[in-house]
């Protein structure tokens, strides 16, 4: 099973300010990963696919970047609505695996 | 457009049984393989399952093996996860997903 390890696991921060979080794999997977955010009581909600794809209707301030094992989620001119967590995914290998989740929490 | 919508959750005991589908529509599901996911409350995503497009192969995290049973009904464009034995680690809400499209979640609630 491949292991997903983000980081950090909680950031606070202001608004306007660049986000960036990291996603690990334990080992190679390509470019098989997705970003999404999740808020309270909601749905997991699709940002970014296959690492650096961008969805449709997701603000553009939303990118990702990597393959292999490192990825990263950035962030740019953060937004109070972008309070949530994030989770990475990885669709390579089965089992789907998931990383621990990213808590963003806007001073 | 891509649609699943699961349902069929609710409050069981201990050692209850629970049927959870997941209707699709918007695709041809009979050519997509398909997962559940879980998240308990408070807490991170769990895979829990996996079916092929035509059902022949299936994979079950080892916290619901030989407890859960995932099927499809391509004719109904379907998806079920059958849960017998249930305990209250159990407790979560329940996504099906198609790769990185997911439903909104069907809550499970195990208490006595």
């Known amino acids: 099973e491949i292991v997903l390890t983000q980081s950090p696991d909680f950031q606070s921060v202001t608004p306007k300010e660049k986000v960036t979080i990291t996603c690990r794999a334990s080992q190679s997977i390509g470019s098989s990963l997705h970003w999404y955010q999740q808020k309270p009581d909601q749905s997991p909600k699709l940002l970014i696919k296959?690492?650096?794809q961008s969805i449709s209707g997701v603000p553009s301030r939303f990118s990702g970047s990597g393959s292999g094992t490192d990825f990263t989620l950035t962030i740019n001119s953060l937004e109070a609505e972008d309070a949530a967590a994030y989770y990475c995914?990885?669709?390579?290998?089965?089992?789907?695996?998931f990383g621990q989740g990213t808590k963003l929490e806007i001073k | 457009e891509v649609q699943l919508v699961e349902s069929g959750g609710g409050l069981v005991q201990p050692g209850g049984s629970l049927r959870l589908s997941c209707a699709a529509s918007g695709f041809t599901f009979s050519s997509y393989e398909m997962n559940w996911v879980r998240q308990a409350p408070g807490k991170g995503l769990e895979w829990v399952s996996y079916?092929?497009?035509?059902?022949?192969?299936?994979y079950y995290a080892d916290s619901v093996k030989g407890r859960f049973t995932i099927s499809r009904d391509n004719a109904k464009n379907s998806l079920y996860l059958q849960m017998n034995s249930l305990r209250a680690e159990d407790t979560a809400v329940y996504y099906c997903?198609?790769?990185?499209?997911w439903g909104q979640g069907t809550l499970v609630t195990v208490s006595s």
């Open positions: 995914h990885q669709s390579s290998s089965l089992p789907d695996t």
């Open positions: 997903a198609r790769a990185v499209t």
């Open positions: 079916i092929s497009s035509s059902g022949s192969t299936i």
């Open positions: 296959y690492a650096s």
